[in-house]
């Protein structure tokens, strides 16, 4: 029977990912508390993940919000997997070098294409200048 703890984070993540049958969490208790392992199907790691880890990080507060209550120190692990099911980290990869020579016709352009792109050029660059001022 699943604990609290692994319901919780359960039902969290099978809102967020497409494939909520494959989502599995296994809890192990160690000296530095509750380390919850996280399974998914590995299109949807990305989505458990977030945009620079928000979303996991949300799923955390949340988990130490609960250790709050239930007295414990919880650790999320997201186990990353490839389609076979083994860690991604022990996955080798062959690459072949499969470049291919194509000869490309570029469209000619009259002068008031010409002048047109190159203001566009121009405009755009003054904007991505503008970007680049902004501290977020």
Partial sequence: MATIDQQ????????????????AVERKIDEKGVLLSLTVDPEDVGRV?????????????LLRALGTKQDA???LK????????????????VVEDATEEVEVEE?????GEE???SELAEKTRAE??????LDI
Avoid: M, W
């Fill in 8 to 23: 919780f984070v359960e039902y969290i993540v099978k809102t967020l990912v497409n494939n909520p049958d494959k989502v």
């Fill in 78 to 93: 997201i186990v990353n997997t490839d389609e076979e099911g083994a860690p991604r980290a022990e996955k080798k990869e």
């Fill in 73 to 75: 120190r919880y650790n």
């Fill in 128 to 133: 991505l200048a503008d970007l680049d001022d």
């Fill in 49 to 61: 993940i977030g945009k620079r880890g928000v979303t996991a990080q949300a799923i955390r507060v």
């Fill in 107 to 111: 469209p000619e352009e009259s002068e």
């Fill in 115 to 117: 002048e047109v792109s």
